[in-house]
């Protein structure tokens, strides 16, 4: 007769002040001594968001970065005013700041999806308004609105 047994064992520790549970599972069958052990590591929940924070980070890196906090925004939007004039276009001004992942994902999805980048091309002049802590533009978000 064939019997086996499982034994686990949890050990919980505190590890760079995460919480880390491990789970030890050992199989004893009986007949001919043989055991086969397996170990487990379960992620917390603290450890899941560092992971996702990393890949955040690693995502917003590779990103391009359209704002310019140097800019004058003032001046380019006038500039911007005149040019859409003269092409008979539209002006599109997007607000953000390239320390704002879906700023940076909202403009690598319209330059990468094809029907949107040419409906924008087509249309509109394309401005990205920077807000940062190193240049709040202020004045223009006082003229325009703030979004």
């Known amino acids: 007769m064939k019997r086996s047994i499982k034994i686990v064992g949890t050990l919980g520790l505190l590890l760079a002040g995460n919480v880390v549970f491990a789970q030890k599972e050992k199989t004893v069958v009986a007949d001919d001594n043989k055991s086969q052990e397996k170990s487990l590591l379960v992620q917390t929940k603290e450890q899941d968001l560092e992971a996702k924070k990393k890949a955040a980070a690693e995502e917003k890196a590779s990103l391009p ?8 925004a003032e001046k380019d939007i006038q500039a911007l005013i005149v040019k859409a004039k003269k092409e008979k276009k539209n002006i599109m001004i997007q607000a953000g700041g390239n320390w704002c992942i879906w700023c940076l994902r909202f403009n690598q999805y319209v330059q990468t999806t094809p029907e949107l980048k040419q409906l924008v091309d087509e249309n509109y002049v394309y401005y990205h308004l920077n807000w940062s802590p190193d240049n709040k533009n202020e004045k223009v978000f006082a003229q325009y609105g703030n979004p």
Do not use: D, L
């Open 65 to 72: 970065k359209p704002y310019n906090a140097k800019a004058n």
